[in-house]
């Protein structure tokens, strides 16, 4: 890995938003340790890009379309193992942050104080330290002995990461056969899947799907 005090981290930065890419940019391109050398506008760019390029630390927008920063980040930690990963959200949220801690990130900053976090998260993550966005310790570690004094468990993946690939498909509006060419499987299958995601969420139709992946950040309204 490249070290602060001689040529700046070489930073892979996705989001799908070009006004909060070239934001974030300006942020990290002002400090001497830190460079965007690449941007990607969703999950499966910013994936072919780390491929491609000599990077030191991904920062991925959560809701993206095609693949979200969640299922990239899973996709970056089996193809590049130890790529540090920050994932960048709108969303304050207990689930979304064990997720990506799940998903390898080692850290989780918020886009309203992005001016304030993010160059502290991209060196602790550079360190190979976790980042936790300031407040969050005390929702999370509460969180964390509520459960275990009531003896739940962390909260669990409603489904699995097939089906979730298959619901943001679906909610993007594509059609089963659409779905199978994108992702090597056939439309049967593809319709087994939504079938299953029905029956396990308790919906009843597309727009009751596409609903819940707005609400658990798989797509954006």
Not at 14 to 33: K, Q, Y
Not at 180 to 199: C, F, M, W, Y
Request: hydrophobic share 45%; with cysteine.
């Amino acid at each position: 890995m490249n070290h602060p005090d001689t040529t700046p981290a070489r930073i892979l930065l996705a989001d799908d938003h070009t006004l909060v890419r070239r934001g974030v940019r300006l942020i990290l391109d002002a400090e001497p340790d830190l460079s965007v050398v690449a941007e990607a506008a969703d999950g499966a760019q910013a994936i072919t890009q780390a491929r491609n390029l000599d990077i030191d630390l991904a920062v991925l927008d959560i809701a993206m379309p095609r693949l979200t920063g969640l299922q990239a980040a899973r996709e970056l930690a089996r193809i590049r193992p130890g790529l540090p990963i920050l994932m960048l959200t709108m969303y304050d949220n207990e689930q979304y942050f064990f997720e990506a801690l799940r998903a390898g990130a080692s850290g989780y900053v918020l886009k309203s104080v992005a001016d304030r976090d993010l160059v502290e998260a991209c060196r602790a993550a550079l360190r190979d330290e976790p980042f936790i966005y300031p407040g969050a310790e005390t929702a999370l570690i509460r969180s964390y002995l509520d459960r275990a004094r009531s003896g739940e468990a962390l909260p669990d993946r409603p489904i699995t990461e097939r089906e979730e690939e298959i619901l943001k498909l679906v909610a993007e509006g594509h059609s089963s056969k659409e779905i199978g060419d994108l992702l090597v499987i056939s439309p049967k299958t593809v319709e087994r899947h939504r079938a299953n995601l029905l029956q396990k969420l308790g919906l009843r139709d597309r727009l009751e799907l596409t609903r819940y992946a707005i609400r658990v950040g798989l797509i954006e309204p």
